[in-house]
């Protein structure tokens, strides 16, 4: 026994045994696959994806402001709407990959489809019949570059809605939960993914939007289609490296099943010992995991109730009998709900700054002298070093000091971390309230100059202490839905974090219709024509309070959340084994 005990444990630090394949379909060997040395090809094109995605997003509201001029609330609206739409697309693009395509080859339809749009993109601002006019100076555009640019932008929205939840998954996919050293290193990957994330999009709003300032729309978009198509061929060549998951099918079918065999049952009484509910047998579960059963949503365990012990058909079909496993799955999707809702103030809060934010920049002083002036967009620069410089303190300092207090493997718990970024979130918010009623204030001193004396830098805090807000927030939630989603999920568990951000931007944008309308019918608006005439100060007050009393609520249903806790050694109940009732596994 100890001799093949032994030679398990050499054979299981040689091949990876937890359902992934390599490119050749075979059982992985761990010398030679998955984790850094895969992972930092899947780091490379996220990288590009997001120099790209910001490069278009941070100027967007500029670009339409300035190119289609459009007024500030349109302009906003439709980069909340844009916003929006590209990260709730990551729900389809997320099934797909969990359900049929895989990751790897979702990743790589997604991405040609986004190269196209970048081409595409490029397209509308070099040729001529394109352009959106001839003329230096035009005071409207025509009508076919608004529909190449919006069909351009929107097919980068649909590539983003495979890229982005198949990518950060697959990235995860190339670390062993099982092994021990992999295991840590898995929970550094979100981290370092982030810092990839931050160097990309500090490239995307520096340099890139530099150039769009000064060498033209035109120019940075041929960088940035150069940059995708280099990219996408890096992540082919890393091909041999990955390890593989293949699809499951549809995990939607699963969940109705629970639901349908719970209500079938729904008479039952509940078994006196939980060990009388189904579970298959380890011995058939292969390298897959089984769910520990937990108290919550005791409805959904009827599902799991045996009616008949000796009639093997009623196991066979899995309309009438669930194992513990698909319940506590089922569990688990029900408990993202309240926690998904709990984040979209800090989503609303976070996706200003691409709008507002931005803007704020062009009414302030933002010479550094020598003829040289910063763009607009690049000050949100100042927010992706706050993140960087926050992901490597908690990831080098704080994790370590807290893994030893706590004793826990993270340090501390996931949505312990979410909830500290809120902190974060809440205190933006003040500060760009306080900011922007300094900026009208000076603004009613000297209307002619306008908010021109002021620097560009009095904005600085607001973006340090949002990127700083999103090393613990935005991670968090990678993290949270990536593991607590079931293994069958975790494309859609990721396009669920995404959609937290894609809901808050549209409703956003509610937000900023009903407040234009309320506050316009009984006095001046709370947004005008242009920001000088707006009260955007009243607006992040508002913000700030609803993120406050939203905080309260988030910390209840966090102190009473069950995390996913998977099966080492359990007894189960199942039905055919041999016949008999109750076998152990």
């Not at 949002?466 to 993290?479: H, I, K, N, S």
């Not at 995390?563 to 076998?583: I, L, N």
Request: aromatic fraction near 10%; include cysteine; glycine fraction near 8%.
């Amino acid at each position: 026994m100890k001799l093949e005990k032994g030679a398990e444990t050499v054979d299981e630090e040689k091949w990876v045994y937890d359902s992934s394949v390599d490119h050749k379909g075979r059982v992985p060997l761990r010398a030679s696959t998955g984790v850094w040395k895969a992972s930092l090809f899947i780091i490379a094109i996220e990288f590009s994806e997001r120099l790209s995605y910001f490069g278009v997003a941070t100027s967007l509201v500029i670009y339409l402001t300035r190119v289609i001029h459009q007024d500030l609330k349109t302009a906003a609206r439709n980069v909340n709407y844009w916003a929006g739409v590209t990260t709730l697309m990551p729900l389809f693009g997320g099934f797909l990959a969990d359900a049929c395509l895989g990751r790897f080859t979702t990743v790589f339809i997604s991405s040609v489809v986004y190269l196209l749009g970048l081409i595409l993109l490029t397209l509308s601002t070099l040729v001529p019949s394109l352009k959106a006019c001839d003329a230096a100076v035009c005071l409207e555009p025509r009508k076919v570059h608004e529909l190449v640019f919006f069909l351009a932008i929107y097919m980068i929205s649909i590539g983003t809605g495979g890229h982005k939840p198949s990518l950060e998954s697959f990235g995860a996919d190339q670390f062993d939960e099982n092994h021990s050293e992999e295991r840590k290193k898995k929970m550094s990957y979100f981290n370092w993914w982030n810092l990839g994330l931050c160097c990309g999009l500090l490239l995307g709003v520096t340099v890139i939007v530099y150039v769009q300032d000064h060498l033209g729309w035109g120019a940075a978009d041929i960088i940035l289609t150069a940059v995708m198509a280099l990219s996408l061929a890096i992540f082919v060549v890393g091909r041999p490296f990955y390890r593989y998951h293949a699809p499951s099918g549809s995990p939607l079918t699963p969940m109705l099943q629970v639901l349908v065999a719970a209500f079938k049952k729904r008479n039952l009484p509940y078994p006196s010992d939980p060990a009388e509910l189904h579970e298959v047998p380890r011995s058939r579960v292969g390298k897959g995991r089984l769910l520990c059963h937990t108290e919550r949503l005791k409805f959904l365990d009827k599902a799991a109730i045996v009616e008949d012990w000796e009639n093997c058909a009623e196991k066979q079909n899995p309309w009438t009998l669930a194992t513990v496993t698909k319940v506590e799955e089922m569990k688990l999707v029900l408990n993202l709900a309240p926690i998904w809702l709990a984040t979209l103030p800090f989503g609303i809060s976070v996706s200003q700054t691409a709008t507002f934010f931005v803007k704020q920049g062009t009414m302030l002083d933002r010479n550094m002298g020598h003829g040289l002036e910063i763009p607009p967009a690049s000050i949100f620069a100042l927010s992706a070093i706050g993140m960087l410089v926050a992901v490597a303190v908690y990831e080098k300092i704080l994790v370590p000091s807290l893994r030893r207090a706590t004793g826990n493997e993270r340090g501390i718990k996931v949505l312990q971390r979410i909830g500290f970024g809120m902190l974060f979130s809440i205190s933006t918010m003040v500060v760009s309230a306080l900011v922007e009623r300094k900026r009208l204030g000076v603004v009613e001193k000297d209307p002619v100059k306008g908010s021109l004396s002021m620097s560009v830098f009095w904005l600085a805090p607001q973006f340090i202490i949002v990127g700083v807000g999103d090393a613990f927030t935005l991670v968090g939630l990678q993290e949270y839905f990536y593991d607590q989603v079931p293994d069958s999920m975790r494309s859609l568990g990721i396009a669920f974090y995404l959609s937290v951000i894609g809901a808050a931007n549209f409703i956003s944008s509610l937000l900023i219709t009903a407040i234009d309308h309320v506050t316009g019918r009984f006095g001046r608006s709370w947004f005008g024509k242009d920001l000088n005439s707006s009260r955007l100060d009243y607006f992040y007050w508002l913000l700030a309070g609803i993120t406050a009393a939203n905080l309260i609520v988030y910390v209840f249903l966090a102190r009473r959340y069950s995390y996913k806790s998977v099966q080492r050694s359990v007894a189960v109940a199942d039905c055919c084994e041999d016949g008999s009732r109750g076998s152990m596994a």
